[in-house]
């Protein structure tokens, strides 16, 4: 199996339950096909922890409530809810796996366009 993949998986399910997702697009206001974006990209979160505790990827389900307890900020605060088509946009921009580094980049792009776009 794809254990890379999974791990990241195994978190999400979990974490997922207490996502707060908005009723509408951040940038245009738009209420259908919504999705939630993490600022802090989960998949490099969950292998940074990895690799600083020495944990082995096989025993997600034995760290995964810790992981989530300590990341709470990027897993819970530090994202936002977009339309499907800014979010492809957002991801056009920023990659598929936006680096950690970029976080403020891409809060600071999104609220442009939510300027450009006028929604008060
Ligand atoms: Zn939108
Ligand atoms: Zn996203």
């Known amino acids: 199996m794809d254990l890379k993949r999974d791990i990241v998986k195994y978190i999400r399910d979990k974490a997922k339950n207490n996502y707060e997702k908005g009723t509408e697009c951040r940038i245009c206001g738009s209420t259908v096909k919504l999705d939630f974006h993490h ?27 810790e992981f989530i307890e300590e990341h709470r900020e990027e897993l819970y605060d530090h994202t936002v809810t977009l339309c499907h088509e800014h979010h492809l946009q ?27 776009h006028g929604v008060v």
């Open 39 to 65: 600022f802090y990209t989960l998949s490099p979160l969950v292998h940074n922890y990895v690799a600083k505790n020495k944990l082995d990827p096989k025993n997600i389900l034995s760290f995964r409530d």
């Open 90 to 116: 957002l991801h056009s921009i920023y990659g598929r796996n936006p680096g950690l580094g970029t976080a403020n980049k891409q809060k600071n792009w999104v609220e442009i366009q939510r300027e450009k």
